[in-house]
């Protein structure tokens, strides 16, 4: 069965620094989605990022980067600039491209202070 | 607006009640799923359905049934309720039609099991 670990239940940083929150899973699939998901305190889920296993390279989108190690099974957001407003719940997912079983980590919650 | 939409948004339920959650998408995805939320747990994947007519358990499915009446709804069901079901529960839809897998959630139902 899939897991999927995030070690760091919470994070802070200082606005326009960077951030790095981890995430690693487990799998025995080799075709799989990872995705970073943000949820304010409005409880809306909201997709950071995402990434196809099969691809070698990292995705990046604005501020938002991952760093995707298949080998080793981790899959870590770094977040450059940040801003009070990337203040959130951010959780990492699994989703099996064989069945569409998706799982979340635990969340991080991360806090952005001025 | 397209989307998910969960009803109720928020129940109270004395222990031993049943109810259902009712999830409905109009994107015409295939899959669908069942989490709940509680605090430091993350999402947890109760049920899913990754086409219509089917359902497979997810990380906690005890004390809950599901239905997938076409490929627009997935409801949830409580049977007997307790107090350990106490949570808030999303529903999210997604395809991979286009070739990325899109995951689009609800905004949550709230519900309180006395």
């Known amino acids: 069965a899939q897991t999927v670990t995030q070690s760091q239940p919470e994070m802070s940083v200082q606005e326009a620094e960077t951030v790095t929150l981890s995430c690693t899973y487990d799998?025995?699939?080799?075709?799989?989605?990872l995705f970073w998901y943000k949820q304010p305190p409005s409880r809306q889920m909201i997709l950071v990022i995402r990434?196809?296993?099969?691809?070698?390279q990292n995705a990046t989108e604005n501020r938002f980067s991952v760093n995707f190690q298949k080998a080793a099974k981790s899959f870590s957001l770094k977040i450059s600039d940040s801003q009070l407003g990337d203040t959130a719940m951010y959780f990492c997912a699994f989703l099996s491209y064989n069945t569409d079983k998706l799982i979340f980590g635990t969340g991080t919650r991360l806090q952005v202070f001025p | 607006n397209a989307g998910v939409t969960q009803t109720p948004k928020f129940q109270v339920l004395k222990t031993g009640q049943s109810m259902t959650l009712q999830c409905a998408q109009d994107?015409?995805?295939?899959?669908m799923y069942w989490y709940r939320q509680d605090p430091g747990m993350g999402l947890r994947l109760i049920y899913y359905?990754?086409?219509?007519?089917?359902?497979d358990k997810g990380e906690v499915p005890n004390g809950y049934n599901v239905s997938r009446l076409n490929k627009r709804e997935f409801s949830l069901r409580l049977e007997s309720a307790a107090p350990s079901q106490t949570s808030v529960y999303f529903c999210?839809?997604?395809?991979?039609?286009?070739?990325?897998?899109?995951?689009?959630f609800g905004a949550g139902s709230r519900l309180t099991v006395l």
């Open positions: 990434q196809e296993a099969y691809k070698q």
């Open positions: 994107m015409n995805h295939n899959s």
């Open positions: 799998t025995s699939e080799n075709n799989y989605y």
């Open positions: 999210a839809s997604s395809s991979r039609s286009s070739g990325a897998n899109v995951l689009t």
């Open positions: 359905s990754a086409s219509e007519g089917t359902t």
